[in-house]
């Protein structure tokens, strides 16, 4: 309560403060950089987080109270400390509001391998070169291979599904196998 007491002091005495008859804007800017740039910033600075957002800030209404120097030494238009508080105020909101409106940027390097699928051709021509193996395999064969590897079924299980003694599955298993193996060859499975 004293902190706001003492404050509005001030605020009440800079307000009185007369910068002269339309000095040159130079002069303007620079006295009100030795008057009000701590104190301008410690008021942006609650308004913002960022300490360089809020310089940012502090530096444009210095730009734009230079822009006006005119109005800012003439104190029946009303107080310069009045005036600044105003400015930074609607700057720092135009920023909050820039930055909910634009999504936050995102280094590019974080985003790499996103979205970006990467070439199955290998696997489909592998695939492919597979599947017109299977064809030439004889029926038989064909069905315990599906059996077994396709239906993850067991050499009994497989036995029971076919209608076959476990042995012949065993026995297809082995020539089917052996027909792929020598009918493709290295340069087709690419990997």
Avoid at 164 to 187: C, D, M, N, Q, W
Wanted: charged share 25%; hydrophobic share 40%; glycine share 6%.
């Amino acid at each position: 309560m004293v902190n706001s007491t003492a404050s509005s002091r001030e605020d009440k005495a800079r307000a009185s403060e007369s910068y002269g008859p339309a000095p040159d804007p130079q002069s303007v800017v620079n006295q009100l950089y030795g008057d009000y740039f701590a104190a301008l910033q410690l008021y942006v600075s609650r308004i913002i987080s960022d300490p360089y957002q809020a310089e940012d800030i502090v530096q444009e209404t210095m730009v734009r109270a230079w822009r006006h120097a005119d109005a800012l030494s003439r104190p029946e238009l009303g107080s310069a400390w009045g005036w600044l508080k105003k400015v930074a105020r609607n700057i720092a909101i135009d920023k909050i509001r820039a930055r909910r409106a634009r999504p936050d940027e995102v280094e590019e390097s974080a985003g790499v391998g996103v979205g970006i699928l990467g070439d199955h051709s290998d696997d489909v021509l592998t695939s492919m070169s597979v599947a017109n193996v299977l064809l030439e395999l004889i029926p038989e064969h064909r069905s315990v291979l599906y059996e077994v590897y396709f239906a993850d079924r067991t050499a009994a299980g497989a036995a029971d599904v076919l209608g076959i003694p476990v042995g012949t599955v065993k026995s297809r298993l082995h020539y089917a196998l052996r027909k792929l193996k020598t009918s493709v060859e290295p340069t087709e499975l690419v990997a």
